[in-house]
């Protein structure tokens, strides 16, 4: 009996396993009925010989072009009446992409042997990640998947705007800090030796910004091969670090404390939830399953484990209100709109307005925040300007007084 890994969500708590089964619907029923939610469910396949690996590697991946086409064609296809398998088999057919087409070719297989669709889907989690799968799971589960499929296809449409307008921010001063960088390290290895001999046949106390110069050149000349085997050891600790729960909660926690970039990331979690939340609340979803199933959905896992714990103060009896006060994550504008949807029911439709509210600023800070890094930048070229001329020319006018006065 082939061997199965999932990973998935157990009263807010994220899980990890394998299980023997004849199918991967045959581990989803066994996770249900563990009280789990599954997220992934993937073959525990062992790779075959270097001929296999080099062929995976000439596919390459699947771009976020190819899976935003996906979506809205699959949307056209279930909304003018296509069955699933045979819109899949067209989109195959129609795909550029050789990974693309083995993909849906998988997923095709696996809905004819009676898999659900978020279940094939969650196969392939390089492809469709969490938010994707969760998503197309309320579909299901409301019988509203072309709907849902819409609601992917403006996502992902927004998405690919935003990291095109954060790369326009960044490009700007990401070549200032590359120069500047550059420009230290030609300072530290070539200039500052030079002058350093000179510095030392003076025979009197150097100021501080001339020792730090100093210093500082002595450790990347001596040191140099360390401190970057240090930094390279440093980042892969971190990536593993944070692939463990426990690190991955901490880095998304302090990834929304960043002074420019926290509240931008906020925003924009919050926007996807806020979209995802009123899709299954229209769709019929109960509010404590609508949670559930949207806190999946969260790219964040601090602000997932914040809803998880509204979603508990639901099931408890508390408010809608109440709950989202208590998670400390929304704004007094949004928990004012949540107020209202619960006295006149129709938290749906405020929680759209929501997602357009949190949509307009994320645009809006994404379009301004390059003249929100500027000013920090230049105080910061300022600084290491103004130490690089301190230690350079304060012993030079120094030695030239001692000079004047001979």
Same mark, same amino acid.
């Given at each position: 009996?082939? $061997?199965? !890994?999932?990973?998935? =969500?157990?009263a807010g708590t994220a899980v990890s396993g394998q299980l023997e089964?004849?199918?991967?619907?045959?581990?989803?029923?066994?996770?249900?009925? =563990?009280?789990?939610?599954?997220?992934?469910?993937?073959?525990?396949?062992?790779?075959?010989?270097?001929?296999?690996?080099?062929?995976?590697?000439?596919?390459?991946?699947? @771009?976020?072009?190819?899976?935003?086409?996906?979506?809205?064609?699959?949307? @056209?296809?279930?909304?003018?009446?296509?069955?699933?398998?045979?819109?899949?088999?067209?989109?195959?057919?129609?795909?550029?992409?050789?990974? &693309?087409?083995?993909?849906?070719?998988?997923?095709?297989?696996?809905?004819? !042997?009676? $898999?659900?669709?978020?279940?094939?889907?969650?196969?392939?989690?390089?492809?469709?990640?969490?938010?994707?799968?969760? &998503?197309?799971?309320?579909?299901?589960?409301? *019988?509203?998947?072309?709907?849902?499929?819409?609601?992917?296809?403006?996502?992902?449409?927004?998405?690919?705007?935003?990291?095109?307008? #954060?790369?326009?921010?960044? =490009?700007?001063?990401?070549?200032?800090?590359?120069?500047?960088?550059?420009?230290?390290?030609?300072? /530290?290895?070539?200039?500052?030796?030079?002058?350093?001999?000179?510095? !030392?046949?003076?025979?009197?106390?150097?100021? +501080?910004? @001339?020792?730090?110069?100093?210093?500082?050149?002595?450790?990347?000349?001596?040191? *140099? +091969?360390?401190?970057?085997?240090?930094?390279?050891?440093?980042?892969?600790?971190?990536?593993?670090?944070?692939?463990?729960?426990?690190?991955?909660?901490?880095?998304?926690?302090?990834?929304?404390?960043?002074?420019?970039?926290?509240?931008?990331?906020?925003?924009?979690?919050?926007?996807?939830?806020?979209?995802?939340?009123?899709?299954?609340?229209?769709?019929?979803?109960?509010?404590?399953?609508?949670?559930?199933?949207?806190?999946?959905?969260?790219? /964040? $896992?601090?602000?997932?484990?914040?809803?998880?714990?509204?979603?508990?103060?639901?099931?408890?009896?508390?408010?809608?209100?109440?709950?989202?006060?208590?998670?400390?994550?929304?704004?007094?504008?949004?928990?004012?709109?949540?107020?209202?949807?619960?006295?006149?029911?129709?938290?749906?439709?405020?929680?759209?307005?929501?997602?357009?509210?949190?949509? /307009?600023?994320? $645009?809006?800070?994404?379009?301004?925040?390059?003249?929100?890094?500027?000013?920090?930048? #230049?105080?910061?070229?300022?600084?290491?300007?103004?130490?690089?001329?301190?230690?350079?020319?304060?012993?030079?006018?120094?030695?030239?007084? #001692?000079?004047?006065?001979?």
């Open positions: 009996m082939p $061997q199965w !890994s999932y990973t998935g =969500r157990s089964a004849v199918s991967a619907g045959a581990v989803a029923e066994q996770l249900l009925a =563990r009280g789990v939610t599954p997220l992934h469910i993937v073959a525990s396949a062992v790779p075959q010989a270097g001929v296999d690996l080099f062929a995976s590697w000439r596919k390459g991946k699947v @771009t976020a072009t190819e899976k935003l086409l996906f979506a809205r064609q699959l949307h @056209t296809l279930l909304r003018s009446g296509v069955p699933i398998l045979s819109a899949l088999t067209g989109l195959q057919e129609s795909s550029d992409g050789a990974l &693309m087409r083995q993909t849906l070719q998988q997923v095709r297989r696996s809905l004819e !042997s009676g $898999q659900e669709l978020s279940l094939a889907l969650a196969q392939h989690p390089k492809v469709f990640d969490t938010f994707y799968v969760s &998503m197309v799971r309320v579909g299901e589960m409301t *019988g509203r998947l072309d709907e849902v499929f819409k609601r992917l296809f403006e996502h992902m449409e927004f998405e690919i705007f935003m990291r095109q307008q #954060v790369k326009s921010a960044l =490009r700007y001063p990401s070549f200032v800090i590359i120069a500047m960088v550059a420009a230290i390290a030609v300072i /530290n290895l070539m200039v500052v030796p030079a002058f350093a001999t000179v510095f !030392s046949s003076f025979g009197a106390d150097l100021p +501080w910004a @001339t020792k730090l110069l100093i210093g500082s050149s002595r450790l990347t000349l001596e040191y *140099g +091969w360390a401190l970057a085997l240090g930094a390279v050891a440093g980042f892969f600790a971190l990536r593993r670090w944070i692939a463990t729960p426990a690190g991955r909660l901490a880095w998304d926690r302090l990834g929304l404390r960043l002074p420019l970039a926290g509240k931008i990331v906020q925003k924009a979690t919050l926007a996807r939830f806020a979209r995802s939340f009123a899709l299954a609340l229209r769709s019929g979803v109960p509010v404590e399953r609508a949670l559930a199933v949207v806190a999946q959905t969260a790219d /964040n $896992q601090f602000i997932a484990s914040r809803i998880e714990q509204l979603r508990e103060q639901v099931e408890r009896g508390d408010t809608i209100l109440r709950s989202a006060a208590a998670a400390g994550i929304f704004t007094p504008v949004v928990l004012q709109m949540i107020a209202v949807g619960e006295e006149t029911g129709a938290v749906d439709e405020l929680m759209d307005e929501v997602a357009g509210l949190y949509s /307009n600023d994320v $645009q809006y800070e994404l379009k301004t925040l390059a003249q929100q890094v500027e000013p920090i930048l #230049v105080v910061f070229l300022g600084i290491v300007v103004l130490v690089l001329a301190l230690g350079v020319f304060l012993p030079m006018w120094d030695l030239g007084r #001692v000079a004047f006065k001979k």
